[in-house]
Every structure is written in structure tokens, then in C-alpha cells.
């Protein structure tokens, strides 16, 4: 199955359902989020938004603003998205991210996901953004294979090496969307992603 690369859809402003926009209220309501930089709140928000936990609130960890910044403008720019796992793709939704694991093949103590790293890496090269939202193994290689990224959202779920690897990903100095502990998962990995790409349309 052939990769489509990353690249922003030609559209206009994005039209905010009312749904959204309550539940946007509804958070503002529960959370003060007023504090934090611009780029961080709308992470931060789209994250609780697509979770329905405020635990995000305190547990989610962004490197810096800057980095954010960055990686919105490199988005703007074309950069790939490459993700873990189909359902992280899948929630992405204004752009068409690479995803190689329905084609990867588990070998040399990689795990699919794990290979479908190397696989991705071959295609898009330095300077893509990183979605992990399911498979620890694949965040681990990231950091393994280092693959010079505009940002890794490193946000998989388990009970099994998820809080190691995405403590890895935090003490590797990489440009970096983390959460502390155990939870995360496809929804709130392609929630932060999306939440660069709507920057120009936030709530």
C-alpha cells in the first residue's frame, strides 16, 4: 500500500460545529487554560477536548512554545505527518499522514510498529512531524533511529513501556508533545496534531 505524503488540503476556514463550540465552553468552564501560550492552549484544549479528562490539564508536557511554533509553520509548509497506527491517522484530518504498518514487518526484535518507523523514516526523511498514539515500541525507535524531527507527539497508552518511552522522549531534548503517565492513545495523539494544523481557525 503506498504512502501518500503529508500535505495541507486547500480549504477555507474551517467551519466549527456548535457541538465543538459548546464543548469548547464546557472545558473552559471546568479549566482555566487563560495561563498558558497561545500554541500550548490549543493543544492543551484539543487534547481535553477529544479526552473528556482534565487530568491533561496538569499531566500533558510541551518542550516549549517555540517548538510548537515551529512545527505549525513547518506543517504550513508541507512537512509529513507520519503516525503509528491507522487510527492515529485516521483522526488527522487535514492532511493525508504516512502510515506504514499494515505493510511493516515484525523482524529483528522490532515489533510492527517499530519497523513501520524505518519504513516511514525512508520516505519522508528529516523534518516531519511524529504522531505515537498507540505503540510505545514506535516511540522508542523514533528516539533509537533518530529521525531529526519538527516535533514528536509522543502520546501512547498501555500499562506496558508507555510512561518509560514517553519519558525517554522528554529526556531526549527533542522538540516534543508528552504526557506523564500511563494514558494517552490514538484520539488525544491526532487531537495535538490537528490542533497545529487549526491553529489559524482555533476556538
Known sequence: MAAVRA???VRGVRIVHPIEARSYEILRSRADTSGLPPLTRAV???VIHASADLDYLTALVVSAEEDLRRAADALRAGAPV??????VAAGITAVAPVCHVRRA??????TRSAAAVHLAYDEVGPGAVWAVGNAPTALEEILRLGVR???VVGLPVGFVGAAESKAA???SGLPAVSNRGEKGGSAVAAAAVNALLYW????
Do not use: K, N, Q, Y
Open 7 to 9: 500535505r495541507p488540503e
Open 149 to 151: 524531527p519538527a516535533l
Open 105 to 110: 514487518v515484525a523482524r529483528d526484535g522490532l
Open 169 to 171: 522522549l522528554r529526556a
Open 200 to 203: 489559524e481557525d482555533s476556538l
Open 44 to 46: 492543551t484544549e484539543r
Open 82 to 87: 507520519v503516525t503509528d497506527v491507522e487510527m
